[in-house]
């Protein structure tokens, strides 16, 4: 069975780093992109950015280049977003997810999310 | 960038038919994809590839396209179907966009 398992929730301060991550389990893990989406409280979901395992090809939407970092640990099957300095404006819920299909740009496996809190 | 445009909300009595659009430019040149997320939950793909239903989602759910419109259709909607739906499409692997959602109310 495809799981995606998500780190639990974090409360930061401003300006504070984080690194968040994305666990796989039940496939292979280097076949399949993985995908971030963030969801602002009460708002629509928002493409992040995506890697490729297989050779850690990473790609990012203009609206996030330059904010965040995607990586991964091939070894422990895990996909990492992370922040050197985090606004307030960055509390949302961000989302993991994976595409499967031939051709597929969308997500079809989902982790649970993880929520990010950041107040002073 | 383009962008994918639907209705804030969509009300539909219990067994009625629900129909939810989502429009863009693109739409003729790329498949739509559709998630339904329900509060506190993480979104789950119902139709992908414009009109193939995801496994385990009932009959119910289908989607269709014309032109620069796609839509999501839910017949014989039930309570169980209230929630958040987005359409969404890419012209590649890593350009993913997310229409607003559409807040599915059953009256």
């Known amino acids: 069975e495809v799981q995606l398992v998500q780190s639990g929730a974090e409360v930061k301060k401003p300006g504070e780093s984080l690194k968040i991550s994305c666990k796989g389990s039940g496939y292979r893990f280097t076949r399949y992109w993985i995908g971030w989406v963030r969801q602002m409280p009460g708002k629509g979901l928002e493409f992040m950015g995506i890697i490729y395992p297989g050779d850690s090809d990473t790609r990012y939407s203009p609206s996030f280049q330059g904010q965040i970092t995607i990586s991964v640990d091939n070894s422990i099957n895990t996909a990492y977003l992370q922040w050197s300095s985090l606004k307030a404006s960055d509390t949302a819920m961000y989302y993991c997810?994976?595409?499967?299909?031939?051709?597929?740009?969308?997500?079809?496996?989902w982790g649970q999310g993880t929520l990010v809190t950041v107040s002073s | 960038s383009y962008e994918l445009t639907q209705p804030p909300s969509v009300s539909v009595s219990p067994g009625q038919t629900a129909r939810i659009t989502c429009s863009g430019d693109?739409?003729?040149?790329?498949?739509a994809y559709w998630y339904q997320q329900k509060p506190g939950q993480a979104p789950v793909l119902v139709i992908y590839k414009g009109s193939e239903r995801s496994s385990g989602i009932p009959e119910r759910f289908s989607g269709s396209s014309s032109g620069t419109t796609v839509t999501l259709t839910i017949s014989g909607v039930q309570a169980e179907d209230e929630a958040d739906y987005y359409c969404?499409?890419?012209?590649?692997?890593?350009?993913?966009?997310f229409g607003g959602g559409t807040k599915l109310t059953v009256l």
């Open positions: 969404q499409s890419a012209d590649s692997i890593s350009s993913w966009v």
């Open positions: 997810a994976i595409s499967t299909g031939v051709n597929q740009p969308a997500g079809d496996y």
């Open positions: 693109a739409l003729p040149k790329q498949y």
